[in-house]
């Protein structure tokens, strides 16, 4: 098989398509802890849950940049991680 832009893009080592995967640990600690912070709006659990939630994107989007399985979950992780420092920013 020939290895083209698309065939790196979208599919993984074993030659199929990957777009999404099952969420691994830091993806579902993101977001069960934003759900809590929907419910707990202010004081100090609500400011954990933030940094919990905004740390565990932050690792996930780490992750998928530098592990992802094709150049599109490693793109996805690149924008993820420019959108939450961009979200800090300003």
Do not use: C, H
């Not at 969420?23 to 977001?31: A, E, F, H, S, Y």
């Not at 802890?33 to 400011?47: D, E, M, R, V, Y």
């Not at 740390?55 to 420019?82: C, D, H, K, P």
């Amino acid at each position: 098989m020939e290895n083209t832009l698309v065939d790196k893009t979208f599919r993984d080592g074993n030659g199929k398509i990957v777009l999404a995967q099952m969420p691994n640990l830091p993806l579902i600690v993101w977001i069960v802890a934003s759900l809590l912070s929907l419910i707990f709006t202010s004081g100090k659990t609500n400011t954990v849950l933030d940094l919990l939630a905004n740390g565990s994107l932050f690792t996930w989007a780490w992750l998928e940049l530098f592990q992802g399985v094709n150049y599109f979950r490693r793109a996805l992780g690149l924008a993820v991680l420019i959108g939450i420092i961009a979200s800090k920013i300003m």
